[in-house]
């Protein structure tokens, strides 16, 4: 193979860069990239011209092997927005990807025109372009991904802090009600969020309440009996409420022991922790002010 | 080598670890402790664990030791001031510390004790539903 640095590629991108992109903009028009109107000319185009002074800017550097250094930064960012603003207008990563290969064909033309005469060189040309181009459009890829997985994890993230509330009910009473399926990585924050806030109240008691919990299994109960523990180390008593009666018998079938108090309701769980603690609920006529 | 300050509060000892537990110093607590309930003829012991930031199942085991000792002592053992990463590893360790009293600090820990030398039949100073 002739030397790395003997591609014409970067003069011919910088030269016929005009050409280029109308050629391009033509081929990727009869290959139905607007997709009927979904997106929309102008918006092709400026990608189109984005990408191409991207490119145009990079291959001046001569750095075709790795587009990871830092010469390719500013590519990576015109490619990775093009991949972002094309995800959401829901075009599938494919899409994109083939956004950036259609680019091969206008390249490769002018390269024919330029070199054709010489096999070895047009050979050459080619290959360097293709793999240049290559690496680009599977960097769409990679970028359309990434994009996904940042929305899972925020959203796993919001999803973990909405459901691990831990309510003040009474002075010294807490409650905890418990929404959702609870897996190991759950019960590590609703475990954390109680204890946190048993130091900052100094409550005595925490009420546990599972109504949003929809099955109980051996490892469910596992982790509640594990909360209820590292509670009572803290010096605070769990009721666990909200037990549906399904729930109830999905318990005695599979020989759980919770061994702590439980509740059918968080209403009766909250008057046990008010006796406990000594108060007393009585019934008197409101006031007129209260109405 | 550091010694543990047992010191006595009317029929209560209170044992405050303000040190990194060696296993060595723990069983020295263990041993002072016990010879300390029989001679003040103490009721309660309140073992304060709030510098504590690590607790391994050695110490661990030697807090369920001294809550049994204690009780065979005919005295009331209660663990206070327990920090939350400590209890969470604890109990991840599988001890749960059940033979012993706990309270969130030491107010509260006092107050319990208190009420378990009054009521004497309120097994483990938990109060049933």
Not at chain 1, 3 to 8: F, G, S, Y
Not at chain 1, 22 to 35: F, I, P, V
Not at chain 1, 120 to 137: F, M, N, P, Q, Y
Not at chain 1, 193 to 204: D, H, P, Y
Request: one cysteine or more.
């Amino acid at each position: 193979m002739a030397e790395e640095h003997a591609t014409m590629i970067p003069q011919l991108l910088a030269e016929h860069e005009q050409t280029l992109l109308r050629d391009w903009m033509e081929s990727q028009k009869k290959s139905g990239a607007l997709r009927g109107g979904q997106v929309s000319e102008a918006e092709l185009a400026d990608n189109s011209r984005r990408l191409l002074a991207g490119l145009r800017g990079g291959a001046a550097t001569e750095q075709f092997e790795d587009i990871t250094t830092p010469v390719w930064d500013q590519r990576r960012t015109v490619l990775e927005e093009i991949s972002r603003s094309r995800a959401t207008l829901g075009l599938t990563p494919a899409e994109t990807a083939t956004f950036v290969f259609s680019l091969k064909e206008p390249l490769f033309a002018l390269l024919r025109e330029k070199v054709g005469k010489d096999p070895d060189r047009l050979a050459h040309e080619i290959w360097v372009a293709t793999s240049l181009l290559d690496k680009l459009g599977l960097y769409t890829v990679e970028a359309f991904q990434k994009t996904r997985e940042d929305i899972i994890a925020r959203q796993q993230q919001e999803l973990l802090e909405l459901s691990t509330p831990v309510v003040r009910l009474w002075e010294g009473v807490l409650a905890l009600p418990l929404i959702g399926t609870l897996d190991s990585a759950r019960t590590q924050i609703v475990m954390e969020s109680l204890l946190e806030e048993i130091v900052t109240s100094g409550a005595e008691i925490a009420i546990i309440d599972i109504t949003g919990v929809p099955t109980v299994d051996t490892l469910v109960a596992q982790h509640l009996i594990k909360t209820v523990a590292a509670a009572r180390l803290m010096g605070a008593d769990c009721i666990i409420s909200g037990i549906r009666p399904q729930i109830a018998q999905t318990i005695v079938h599979l020989g759980l022991e919770l061994g702590v108090v439980s509740k059918a309701t968080m209403a009766d769980a909250f008057a046990l922790a008010l006796r406990r603690l000594g108060k007393a609920v009585v019934d008197r006529a409101p006031t007129p002010q209260e109405l | 080598m550091a010694e543990i300050p047992v010191l006595k509060i009317g029929d209560c000892l209170l044992v405050s670890i303000q040190v990194d537990m060696h296993d060595r110093l723990a069983l020295e607590l263990q041993d002072d402790l016990t010879n300390r309930i029989v001679t003040e003829r103490a009721r309660g012991v309140m073992i304060d664990i709030s510098a504590l930031e690590i607790v391994d199942s050695f110490i661990g085991r030697m807090l369920n030791n001294i809550a049994a000792m204690s009780r065979v002592l005919d005295a009331v053992t209660v663990v206070v001031g327990m920090r939350p990463a400590v209890a969470i590893t604890l109990v991840e360790l599988g001890l749960s510390l059940t033979g012993v009293r706990t309270a969130l600090n030491v107010d509260k820990g006092l107050a319990l004790i208190r009420k378990a030398i009054d009521d004497p039949g309120s097994a483990l100073g938990r109060r049933e539903a």
